[in-house]
């Protein structure tokens, strides 16, 4: 596996809402952000929730568009985010959209995890690439 590690700013911003009457509330953002350390980069991902995360539960979905560098391999990929709160208790799973990879990044496979430490995200990024033969 090669790693890449950092932090990140977000930056969220709600969209024009449209729902229909009677249907559950649900959350939307877009998500612009800008990564440091091992990779340098920048991510544009749209974000749906629903719940109620100030009782402490509630859970959202997200898909990201990453483009940048990780030393000399430069290209694009996606990130699928799944995150559930219940009852102040968090999962959180952020894998890479296979067949997402472009450029050096082609057939890339993986996941990043996340910290949040006073407000800073910090990432892991752990990928394989296909070994060229």
Known sequence: MI????????QLQPPARGEGAGRLSVGRMLIDKQFSGDFLGVGQGEMLSAGNPKSGS?????????????????????????????????ELAITIVPGSGTDDFTGISGELKLDIVGGVHHYTLEYSLPSED
């Not at 990453?66 to 968090?90: E, K, P, W, Y």
């Open 3 to 10: 790693t890449a590690k950092g932090t990140f700013e977000v």
């Open 58 to 90: 509630a859970a959202y979905v997200a898909i990201d568009h990453i483009t940048g560098t990780h030393g000399a391999l430069q290209g694009s990929f996606a990130l699928q985010h799944v995150g559930v709160l219940r009852n102040g208790d968090s």
